[in-house]
């Protein structure tokens, strides 16, 4: 618009309307008798004023202003009543926190001064609006269920870090997360509440009483008889601690939950309102009338028909109503209450697919009749309104409300536009737009109505009574089946109801990902991949900034719907480029580590800091993958990284978020904000790097100079490359293949969709299998009931009545969690879910592979890979079963002996330094060898692998973790030796439901493969044995004597006279160093067993030394009760000296070397400690059992 109001005067804004084939012929302005009956149609007169034809001027646009200031004059005169003082409440008309004087403790507070989040133990923050008579109301909008606090408070109530609202006299509180209400004392009350319901405080200062609503149901009057009078006025008040969010509406929005004679604390804008309602019914007879100037007659029609096609009468028509509807449009009030209830409107009237045109037709009239900052402002607040209403809407069975939000969401996003200027502004600068993608858990399943949908409950009884999971397949009952089946069902029911809602979702982001839109700028996936990577790394640097880490809960949701939609786009670019592969084949091409395209923030890399790499692997970058870095850079580089603490600390003080004073309340970004933590990668920002064209015959050294832009400058150049510039796959080393896997913007997806699961989707996945195990443990406690219920004898009537009292709760109990868990099942656990978390996997695990093949240059890759394929691998093992099975899976076995490859390999690459991930790494391996199913995989790996990986877990255990190398041994021969008789140890205490899978409870799986690799190496290398053993024997000697000094103190303290306690923590260091003591002298028994030669051959100059210390081994010297411990050790060793001399091996050599027998120290081997069995002659073993011949020795325990 050139000039608001001045008539027919108005630009176009070189805005396309429609295509020159799709625009009929436009005849120009229609007569006078014609546009005067459909203005008059238009904009019809009220009742009050005359209309007739001969009392009236006719209408044209000359007069349509006056005429629009005569129907609108009428509200501009109501407005002026309301400027009057409302009785009964004191205070500014806008209606906020009071973060200057009202707050006790730290909090953080929005920019709009409505949400706050908990700094401290317990902080406390009132309104600056108190009323002190009349019906008034408000809104908290809970964002965490935690403890909270929330009501009402006089000006003389004082807090402070241990008593809130509620706690004093005069101030009133419900506390949802403990079920109770607060005035001094406390007592039950209401129901609890979770993340994203709406708490609605009513107070009747007429009555003197207080009362709750929940979700709109009200929870009874909470006080009465409270205290009124002179002075006495009531702010609206909450306490809040550590972490815990809310925000509040006192009426500059529209009540989610209105109360019929209540009155918000804030005045909705009355006058706007009814002009808005004038102006949007013009705008509606505008769609409903249609203006044929051939015929010289209007003609109605549907609304959802209609189309913008240009004709000047009713874009001049449109352009008087925009001129006062657009200002209206800028008050989040009027765009929540009037236009996103129109556009909700038009999608419930006409269905969702056909009315995304006429909304996107009306978004074009607004980017035509209105400002831009105008159109802008409107779009941010209705996207806000509509992200708040999706979630903070109550869940319903059919999901109706999620699905309309949603729907009108994807219908504003279709509009290319508006799509851009929200992705570009809005969706993650102001948004924390990942909501959108969130379904939230009930935590009421009666309010969700899943009693309706899964009336039948049920839930598996898969553990005895000791907590171990039952292999054994026990016959189902004809009544357990059918309740199996319903519930079945009726979990079926909700997955289909759910997956709309994951649909609607998924488009959303598909459209987000669309890189065919170019015209009018930058396609829209460019513009989402760069406010991604800036989300990815407000996440990855700020874990402890609570304003700016999304909640898990929502990045598992937009994780799987973005590899829904990632995938979709990958497989769309494979059907037109066959050279491509399939998303079934993804993985991340090596040079985004290093070539400094994709910004990887401070996280860490394989082989240390980002800078040492590029220092010292320069040569390697120049010879493999053609990048060239100026040697005067590298000194800037390693500047810059020393001082990166000291900058970050100076960028952190100037933000305001991070400028916290103790003792006050804080502006933040709004609880939806997401603020820019804009460090730029230091490699980027200043090194120099020169790169060659790797594809092109090279003549003379030619170099290209990459342009060095932060993450939000980058161009669809940049990405995907033009003119032999190969964008992100710059510096392709190689190894790699010529032809391209897809589009190089869909492998920075998929990069930054790998480092989300790291950043915090694993933990959440964890976190929600406490609901499982739940219910295994209601389950227990009611089979245990219901079994003493039966043993009852009948005339104890007073212990079955507790009994059945007990039967019943258990029973309501697993009611409830068992629909719970079929919410969470079909979200977070079904088969897809499962299958998009083994998709990564795989994706991994290619990307390891071809990293690693890159030689010197795999320490570039982030580390974070190598956490995710070992994290993903222990989530679908370990969360989604029974739910759903791994062993069903595609390539289940492939993927397993392929991931085995990389954990052997791996876990001793000295191209890796980062000790945290090399433990990981060593305990992944550790776990791996445990279960049968992945002990066989590590089998599968090719045999130069698996010896490799066996020297490694033989090389000396000084300088290195020996304990996790110690335990994969152990693990190895477990069974096969002459202990572990049991599955579960029997001094043990009963295992839980959940610590079932622990690697250490698992029955014995012992390789007998890895164990002959192990003793061919023992055999064949004369420097690995002696060097193994010392180290074993020196790490044993120093196990035991910790272990027997610490015996000896805590019973020296046992024996004193006056009360004294232990320590508990020595407890542990003790009951931890005689475990390694057992391990270690099982890795001696495995080695005498597997290869006795390296002891008695005596053409080895080490075996006399060995065969020494190894008889020095039970020569402890202890006497009293610690000389039990002394013996059975020294009855171990001289067990191993029996087995090695009764073997054929030592009889052969003892012909003739008698002469040996004085290199061992101490006393003459003693009797046998059990008398031998007749037949062929059997020595003893460790621990004195019997001992078998070589060939049983080598066999699982079971089948001795």
């Known amino acids: 618009m050139t000039s608001k109001g001045a008539g027919t005067s108005f630009s176009q804004k070189s805005y396309r309307l429609t295509s020159d084939s799709e625009k009929p012929k436009v005849t120009g302005i229609v007569n006078e008798k014609l546009l005067d009956d459909y203005l008059q149609r238009i904009f019809p007169s009220p009742d009050q004023i005359p209309s007739t034809t001969a009392s009236r001027k006719p209408l044209s646009f000359q007069n349509l202003q006056e005429h629009l200031d005569q129907l609108l004059k009428e509200d501009d005169e109501a407005e002026e009543s309301e400027e009057q003082t409302v009785e009964g409440r004191l205070g500014p008309s806008t209606v906020v926190l009071d973060h200057t004087s009202g707050f006790e403790g730290l909090l953080l507070v929005d920019d709009d001064l409505l949400g706050v989040i908990g700094h401290s133990n317990f902080g406390s923050i009132r309104a600056t609006t108190c009323v002190y008579k009349g019906k008034w109301i408000y809104e908290v909008l809970i964002s965490s269920q935690g403890l909270m606090q929330i009501g009402w408070c006089t000006l003389n109530c004082r807090f402070n870090q241990e008593e809130g609202v509620g706690d004093t006299p005069d101030s009133y509180a419900y506390d949802g997360n403990r079920v109770r209400k607060w005035n001094v004392t406390t007592t039950n009350y209401g129901k609890s509440w979770a993340a994203g319901d709406i708490v609605s405080c009513l107070i009747d200062l007429d009555e003197g009483t207080i009362a709750f609503c929940l979700n709109g149901v009200s929870l009874g009057t909470a006080f009465d008889n409270i205290t009124r009078g002179s002075g006495m006025a009531y702010f609206p008040a909450i306490s809040l601690s550590f972490k815990e969010s809310v925000a509040f509406n006192f009426g500059s929005r529209p009540l989610r939950y209105p109360i019929e004679g209540y009155r918000p604390l804030q005045d909705a804008p009355t006058t706007g309102l009814v002009k808005a309602q004038k102006l949007l019914g013009y705008l509606k007879n505008v769609l409903q009338l249609e203006l044929d100037s051939e015929e010289g007659k209007l003609v109605e029609r549907e609304s959802s028909t209609w189309q913008l096609r240009g004709e000047p009468t009713v874009l001049i028509t449109m352009a008087h109503i925009f001129n006062y509807f657009a200002p209206l449009m800028c008050k989040v009030y009027l765009v929540e209450d009037v236009l996103m209830k129109f556009l909700l409107g038009i999608l419930e009237t006409d269905g969702s697919e056909e009315s995304y045109p006429l909304i996107q037709q009306l978004l074009d009239l607004m980017w035509l009749l209105m400002e831009d900052y105008e159109v802008q402002e409107c779009l941010k607040q209705l996207m806000m309104s509509l992200l708040r209403a999706y979630r903070f809407s109550p869940i319903i069975p059919d999901l109706s409300l999620q699905m309309h939000y949603l729907r009108l969401t994807i219908a504003i996003l279709k509009h290319?536009?508006?799509?851009?200027?929200?992705?570009?502004?809005?969706?993650?600068?102001?948004?924390?737009?990942?909501?959108?993608?969130?379904?939230?858990?009930?935590?009421?399943?009666?309010?969700?109505?899943?009693?309706?949908?899964?009336?039948?409950?049920?839930?598996?009884?898969?553990?005895?009574?000791?907590?171990?999971?039952?292999?054994?397949?026990?016959?189902?009952?004809?009544?357990?089946?059918?309740?199996?089946?319903?519930?079945?069902?009726?979990?079926?029911?909700?997955?289909?109801?759910?997956?709309?809602?994951?649909?609607?979702?998924?488009?959303?982001?598909?459209?987000?990902?669309?890189?065919?839109?170019?015209?009018?700028?930058?396609?829209?996936?460019?513009?989402?991949?760069?406010?991604?990577?800036?989300?990815?790394?407000?996440?990855?640097?700020?874990?402890?900034?609570?304003?700016?880490?999304?909640?898990?809960?929502?990045?598992?949701?937009?994780?799987?719907?973005?590899?829904?939609?990632?995938?979709?786009?990958?497989?769309?670019?494979?059907?037109?480029?066959?050279?491509?592969?399939?998303?079934?084949?993804?993985?991340?091409?090596?040079?985004?580590?290093?070539?400094?395209?994709?910004?990887?923030?401070?996280?860490?890399?394989?082989?240390?800091?980002?800078?040492?790499?590029?220092?010292?692997?320069?040569?390697?970058?120049?010879?493999?993958?053609?990048?060239?870095?100026?040697?005067?850079?590298?000194?800037?580089?390693?500047?810059?990284?020393?001082?990166?603490?000291?900058?970050?600390?100076?960028?952190?003080?100037?933000?305001?978020?991070?400028?916290?004073?103790?003792?006050?309340?804080?502006?933040?970004?709004?609880?939806?904000?997401?603020?820019?933590?804009?460090?730029?990668?230091?490699?980027?920002?200043?090194?120099?790097?020169?790169?060659?064209?790797?594809?092109?015959?090279?003549?003379?050294?030619?170099?290209?100079?990459?342009?060095?832009?932060?993450?939000?400058?980058?161009?669809?150049?940049?990405?995907?490359?033009?003119?032999?510039?190969?964008?992100?796959?710059?510096?392709?080393?190689?190894e790699e293949p010529d032809q391209p896997l897809t589009e190089n913007s869909l492998l920075e997806i998929l990069d930054g969709v790998i480092m989300m699961y790291n950043l915090s989707v694993h933990q959440q996945l964890g976190k929600m299998v406490g609901v499982s195990d739940d219910v295994n443990e209601y389950a227990l406690a009611l089979k245990d009931t219901e079994e003493k219920l039966n043993r009852c004898p009948k005339w104890r009537k007073d212990i079955q009545e507790e009994l059945m009292k007990s039967q019943k709760v258990f029973s309501e109990k697993l009611n409830h969690l068992s629909r719970r868990l079929a919410w969470i099942n079909v979200t977070i656990y079904s088969k897809e879910k499962m299958q998009d978390i083994y998709w990564l996997l795989r994706v991994c695990t290619r990307t390891i592979e071809h990293g690693d093949r890159t030689g010197s240059l795999f320490a570039f890759m982030p580390e974070f890979y190598l956490s995710v394929a070992m994290n993903s691998y222990s989530a679908l093992k370990n969360y989604f079963s029974p739910v759903n099975s791994m062993e069903e899976l595609p390539g289940y076995e492939e993927t397993l002996t392929r991931l085995a490859a990389i954990l052997a390999k791996h876990f001793a690459d000295t191209r890796i330094v980062g000790t945290d991930i090399r433990d990981s790494l060593m305990q992944a391996l550790a776990s791996y060898v445990c279960y049968p199913h992945s002990l066989r995989a590590v089998e599968r790996i090719p045999e130069e692998q698996r010896i490799t990986m066996m020297k490694n877990l033989l090389a000396p255990y000084e300088q290195r973790p020996w304990a996790q190398t110690n335990w994969i041994l152990v693990r190895l021969w477990r069974g096969c030796g002459f202990g572990y008789r049991y599955t579960r140890l029997p001094h043990l205490l009963k295992t839980k439901p959940e610590d079932a899978n622990l690697p250490s409870l698992q029955k014995p799986c012992p390789s007998i493969l890895l164990q002959g690799h192990m003793a061919d190496l023992l055999r064949s290398d004369r420097d690995m044995a002696p060097s193994f053993l010392n180290s074993v024997l020196n790490q044993l000697n120093w196990a035991f004597s910790e272990f027997i000094g610490m015996i000896q103190e805590i019973q020296q303290a046992a024996e004193r006279l006056e009360r004294n306690f232990v320590d508990s923590r020595q407890l542990k260091v003790c009951a931890t160093c005689f475990d390694l003591s057992v391990s270690l002298l099982r890795v001696l028994e495995m080695t005498v067993t597997l290869a006795p030669e390296i002891f008695l051959d005596w053409n080895r100059p080490s075996s006399e030394l060995l065969l020494r210390r190894l008889a020095q081994v039970g020569d402890v010297g202890a006497g009293g009760a610690l000389g039990t411990l002394s013996r059975s050790l020294e009855a171990s060793t001289l067990g191993l000296f029996v087995w090695l001399l009764g073997t054929p091996r030592a009889t052969a050599l003892g012909r003739g070397q008698a002469s040996h027998r004085s290199a061992l120290s101490g006393p003459m081997l003693p009797a046998p400690l059990h008398p031998v069995p007749p037949g062929p002659a059997r020595t003893h073993g460790l621990w004195g059992h019997p001992s078998p011949s070589r060939e049983e020795a080598l066999l699982p325990a079971e089948l001795h």
């Open 416 to 734: 290319e536009k508006s799509r851009k200027f929200l992705l570009n502004n809005v969706l993650f600068d102001v948004l924390r737009s990942v909501v959108f993608f969130y379904i939230k858990s009930p935590l009421r399943v009666e309010e969700a109505g899943l009693q309706e949908l899964i009336p039948t409950t049920w839930w598996p009884n898969r553990f005895n009574k000791e907590g171990k999971e039952t292999k054994e397949v026990k016959e189902e009952s004809a009544e357990e089946r059918l309740r199996r089946r319903a519930y079945e069902r009726g979990c079926q029911r909700l997955k289909k109801r759910i997956e709309v809602v994951e649909d609607l979702q998924v488009q959303i982001l598909k459209l987000l990902l669309n890189n065919k839109d170019h015209n009018g700028g930058e396609a829209s996936r460019y513009i989402f991949l760069n406010k991604f990577r800036k989300f990815l790394q407000e996440n990855a640097s700020s874990r402890g900034n609570l304003t700016v880490l999304c909640p898990p809960e929502y990045m598992v949701c937009f994780l799987h719907r973005l590899i829904t939609a990632l995938r979709y786009y990958w497989d769309e670019y494979k059907a037109s480029n066959p050279a491509a592969a399939f998303s079934e084949e993804a993985y991340v091409p090596p040079q985004l580590f290093y070539n400094g395209k994709v910004d990887y923030f401070d996280l860490q890399r394989l082989g240390g800091l980002l800078s040492h790499l590029k220092k010292t692997l320069k040569d390697d970058l120049a010879s493999k993958a053609n990048i060239l870095i100026d040697p005067s850079e590298l000194q800037a580089i390693t500047m810059d990284d020393l001082d990166e603490d000291d900058e970050s600390a100076t960028s952190t003080a100037q933000r305001p978020v991070a400028a916290l004073a103790i003792g006050g309340a804080l502006a933040r970004p709004s609880w939806l904000s997401s603020p820019t933590l804009s460090r730029a990668n230091r490699f980027l920002s200043t090194a120099a790097v020169s790169l060659m064209n790797p594809r092109r015959p090279l003549g003379t050294m030619e170099k290209v100079k990459i342009r060095t832009l932060n993450v939000e400058q980058r161009t669809e150049e940049d990405i995907e490359g033009s003119n032999g510039n190969e964008g992100l796959l710059l510096g392709r080393p190689p």
